[in-house]
């Protein structure tokens, strides 16, 4: 793929890390991972989308948000510990201080529909920026062990069990994980 002939690049310092995870979180009200895989991937070119699946995928399994672990996977990977500070604090100080800031203003004006109104189209916006980013990464699934059809068919039983028959999250994606590695690490094995 002509993606993958691309050099890649990689911050300049981690400061400048910094600086592009304070933008990335400035730009992703409601959800980071549309905007993370544009910048990271496409306009900064610091990952591949193979990479950047491999790093997400890891980084579901960890406690904690997924962007936070995926910029501090990826400053660990360009700077080791200074990196992974840098990821971490640049997705996260300016907005903890943003959401401080309007956590006493909505309490002030919580009663208003304007405020309900406009909370209810920012999480509507924020859905569709997740389900364009993953029709942009399922061209990656090709390079997949399992291939794009089982993960397809992952993908539907996932949808179905939670949000057609409402069984709990954690127990479906633990069920449906341990098959699904189980079945990769088969196909993977010498």
């Given at each position: 793929?002509?993606?993958?002939?691309?050099?890649?690049?990689?911050?300049?310092?981690?400061a400048a890390?910094?600086?592009?995870?304070?933008?990335?979180?400035?730009?992703?009200?409601?959800g980071?991972?549309?905007?993370?895989?544009?910048?990271?991937?496409e306009?900064r070119?610091?990952l591949?989308?193979?990479?950047?699946?491999?790093?997400?995928?890891?980084?579901?399994?960890?406690?904690?948000?997924?962007?936070?672990?995926?910029?501090?996977?990826?400053?660990?990977r360009?700077?080791?510990?200074?990196?992974?500070?840098?990821g971490?604090?640049?997705?996260?100080?300016?907005?903890?201080?943003?959401?401080?800031?309007?956590?006493?203003?909505?309490?002030?004006?919580q009663?208003?529909?304007l405020?309900?109104?406009?909370?209810?189209?920012?999480?509507?916006?924020?859905?569709?920026?997740v389900?364009?980013?993953a029709?942009k990464?399922?061209?990656?699934?090709?390079?997949?062990?399992l291939?794009?059809?089982?993960?397809?068919?992952?993908?539907?039983?996932m949808?179905?069990?939670?949000?057609?028959?409402?069984?709990?999250?954690?127990?479906?994606?633990?069920?449906?994980?341990?098959?699904?590695?189980?079945?990769?690490?088969?196909?993977?094995?010498?």
């Amino acid at each position: 793929m002509a993606e993958a002939a691309l050099a890649l690049n990689r911050p300049a310092s981690p400061a400048a890390l910094f600086v592009a995870c304070t933008w990335l979180a400035l730009q992703g009200f409601g959800g980071v991972l549309p905007v993370a895989q544009r910048e990271l991937v496409e306009r900064r070119r610091w990952l591949t989308r193979e990479d950047f699946l491999e790093q997400l995928s890891l980084s579901q399994l960890l406690p904690g948000p997924n962007i936070v672990n995926l910029l501090v996977m990826l400053g660990d990977r360009f700077f080791g510990w200074r990196g992974a500070v840098a990821g971490a604090g640049g997705i996260l100080l300016v907005p903890l201080l943003l959401v401080l800031v309007l956590a006493a203003a909505v309490a002030q004006w919580q009663g208003s529909a304007l405020v309900t109104g406009a909370l209810r189209g920012m999480g509507i916006v924020a859905a569709g920026l997740v389900l364009s980013t993953a029709f942009k990464l399922v061209t990656a699934l090709r390079r997949n062990a399992l291939g794009p059809w089982p993960c397809a068919g992952f993908a539907a039983i996932m949808l179905l069990a939670v949000g057609g028959l409402r069984w709990p999250l954690v127990s479906v994606v633990l069920g449906l994980g341990v098959v699904a590695c189980t079945w990769a690490w088969f196909k993977l094995k010498p």
